[in-house]
């Protein structure tokens, strides 16, 4: 079955700079990739995913990039602030788009 | 609230016995999702369904159970064979293959 590392666990950052979070994967026909986000105490949100016929995509201060010949995607924060603090779970859907396994979080801490 | 609903937020249970938590979703979705989350630890994948009647296992299936009687519900039955319950129980569906999964809120689940 698909297997999803990510890394880092855990990230610091000032406010204002950015934040990168990897992940690669191994089923090379996954083509579905979320991002998810979860405040403490909350259930996971969809902030942004990616396609495999897409190699980035951007809203706003959040972009994600995918490199399916090496098997991994990112995702970018920049400018970060205080309420970006949570932890960020990556995902990829194995080729039947039925079976969504997720990375092992990062817990991203914005520093005022 | 999402339209999935998970009860009751916190479970006791005593070893040895059965418990069940509820998942009801009212967004016509087709696919549902249960999983586990440990503390400092990603999601990992207990079950899942695709349609009525029919559900697959996840990674970690062993010691639970499920049922999707109904497309808006489905159920997941922790057993005296998990052998380490206490966990945080998410649910989420799914409208299609490669979409959005929605969670629930979860429910706590301690051992006493």
């Known amino acids: 079955g698909e297997n999803v590392e990510q890394h880092p666990s855990t990230l610091s950052v000032q406010e204002g700079d950015s934040a990168v979070i990897k992940c690669t994967y191994s089923?090379?026909?996954?083509?579905?990739f979320p991002w998810y986000k979860q405040e403490l105490g909350k259930r996971p949100q969809l902030i942004i995913d990616?396609?495999?016929?897409?190699g980035e995509k951007k809203d706003q201060r959040i972009a994600v990039t995918l490199n399916k010949t090496a098997k991994h995607f990112s995702l970018h924060i920049t400018e970060t602030q205080p309420e970006d603090s949570a932890v960020y779970f990556c995902?990829?859907?194995?080729?039947?788009?039925?079976?969504?396994?997720f990375g092992g979080g990062t817990r991203l801490m914005v520093k005022p | 609230d999402g339209g999935i609903t998970q009860s009751p937020k916190y479970l006791f249970r005593k070893e040895g016995q059965n418990v069940t938590l509820s998942c009801e979703q009212n967004?016509?979705?087709?696919?549902m999702y249960w999983y586990r989350q440990d503390p400092g630890q990603g999601l990992r994948l207990i079950y899942y369904?695709?349609?009525?009647?029919?559900?697959q296992k996840g990674d970690i299936a062993e010691g639970y159970s499920v049922s999707r009687e109904k497309k808006e519900s489905f159920p997941l039955t922790v057993t005296s064979a998990q052998k380490n319950p206490t966990a945080f129980y998410l649910c989420?569906?799914?409208?299609?293959?490669?979409?959005?999964?929605?969670f629930g809120q979860g429910t706590r689940l301690t051992v006493v």
């Open positions: 990616i396609r495999s016929n897409v």
């Open positions: 369904s695709q349609i009525v009647n029919d559900f």
């Open positions: 967004l016509n979705h087709d696919a």
């Open positions: 989420a569906s799914q409208w299609q293959k490669n979409t959005e999964a929605f």
């Open positions: 089923d090379s026909a996954s083509n579905y």
């Open positions: 995902a990829a859907t194995n080729n039947a788009g039925n079976m969504l396994t």
